[in-house]
């Protein structure tokens, strides 16, 4: 089967407050988009993290886009 798309995106403005190991970020359209994680202790760490004060509120990032070309 084929598919033929056309399509035309503005993004504004794009907030992501979290990402995993098995995060898929995707903007339009994409053939296959085919599951892969891994969980790796690269640290060497052989105990739990410590957990977090209920106070500590993570930062939030955003990615600026440019205006688009007229």
Same mark, same amino acid.
């Given at each position: 089967?084929?598919? #033929?798309?056309?399509?035309?995106?503005?993004? #504004?403005?794009?907030?992501?407050?979290?990402?995993?190991?098995?995060?898929? +970020?995707?903007? /339009?359209?994409? /053939?296959?988009?085919?599951?892969?994680?891994?969980?790796? #202790?690269?640290?060497?760490?052989? =105990?739990?993290? &410590?957990?977090? =004060? =209920?106070?500590?509120? &993570?930062?939030?990032?955003?990615? &600026? +886009?440019?205006? &688009? #070309?007229?």
């Amino acid at each position: 089967m084929i598919f #033929n798309i056309h399509q035309t995106i503005q993004i #504004n403005m794009i907030k992501v407050e979290s990402i995993s190991n098995s995060s898929v +970020f995707q903007i /339009g359209s994409a /053939g296959v988009i085919k599951p892969y994680s891994t969980l790796a #202790n690269t640290g060497g760490f052989t =105990e739990p993290a &410590p957990l977090l =004060e =209920e106070d500590i509120v &993570p930062e939030t990032s955003f990615v &600026p +886009f440019s205006p &688009p #070309n007229t």
